[in-house]
């Protein structure tokens, strides 16, 4: 039976596992497809490259040790 409408933590049934499989697939299609927009994202901002290396790894000025950090506090 293929599942049509959209699967909610409210509207899913626990007792069907191809409902709840259908749920899973949902979840983890829509985590891919942000972790891929993420990934695009630092693509076009020059910060990762197309294998997913970080380009920038120098810490700010305020992150490295031995800073004077001031916070406002």
Not at 11 to 16: E, Q, S
Not at 33 to 39: F, M, N, S, T
């Amino acid at each position: 039976m293929a599942i049509t409408k959209r699967l909610t933590m409210e509207n899913v049934n626990l007792d069907d596992q191809a409902e709840m499989d259908a749920f899973d697939d949902q979840i983890l299609s829509a985590g891919l497809e942000r972790v891929r927009a993420e990934g695009d994202e630092l693509r076009r901002r020059g910060l990762m490259d197309e294998h997913g290396n970080l380009l920038l790894t120098e810490l700010p000025a305020d992150m490295k040790k031995g800073s004077e950090r001031d916070f406002g506090g």
